[in-house]
């Protein structure tokens, strides 16, 4: 599918030209331990896998993986795609709405880790649902998340991204997000993830539907 290829060679974060040998040597060793970790959970279980079995199979030292990633949890759920999102939302035209601005966004990053590995993104989505220590740390980051999206609000409207207003909305739309995912995972992962996405932004850009979908 083009739209997909197209996704991946603007959101790929390690095959991007711009980035120096050392940065992307360091994504490449945090994908390595993602890779690496996807792979025991599957065979293994999450609760079974350690970060010295994680070492060993991405073929470095616990240490490293500390270095890149504090936590097991993060390993999971951490990746590049926030920072990556937040550029092309500043590419987008200055006069386009917001909200399509972000569909275009969401749209292009479900497209590449759809079209990368789909096993994934359900196996992290399958995580939160059934692990507490990931669904907490998944809430916990959404107030990074959150800051980025205010930031960007911000540069488009001029309001201040410290406001009431803009947080509630940076938030709204991060736990929105999250929320799709839960409900994606606790569906059997019926439907297709971009339509659920879409009634989210529905929600926000319109309110509550006056009946159910």
Known sequence: ???MTAARSRFSPADRPQLGLRERKKIKTREAI??????????QGYDATTIEQIADRAEVSP???FRYFPTKEDIVLTDEYDP???EELRARPADESWIDSLRHVIHMALDTMMAEDPEVVRMR???????????????????ETGRLIRESIAERTGLDPDSLEVRVYAMSLTGGLMEVYMHWAENDFRGELRDLVDRALDVL???LPTENP
């Open 1 to 3: 599918m083009s739209p």
């Open 34 to 43: 993602r890779d690496a970790t996807y792979a025991l959970i599957k065979e």
């Open 63 to 65: 240490s490293t993986v």
């Open 84 to 86: 990556l999102m937040v």
């Open 125 to 143: 989505a399958h995580l939160g649902i059934q692990i507490p220590a990931v669904r907490s740390r998944m809430v916990e980051s959404m107030s």
């Open 205 to 207: 850009e319109h309110g």
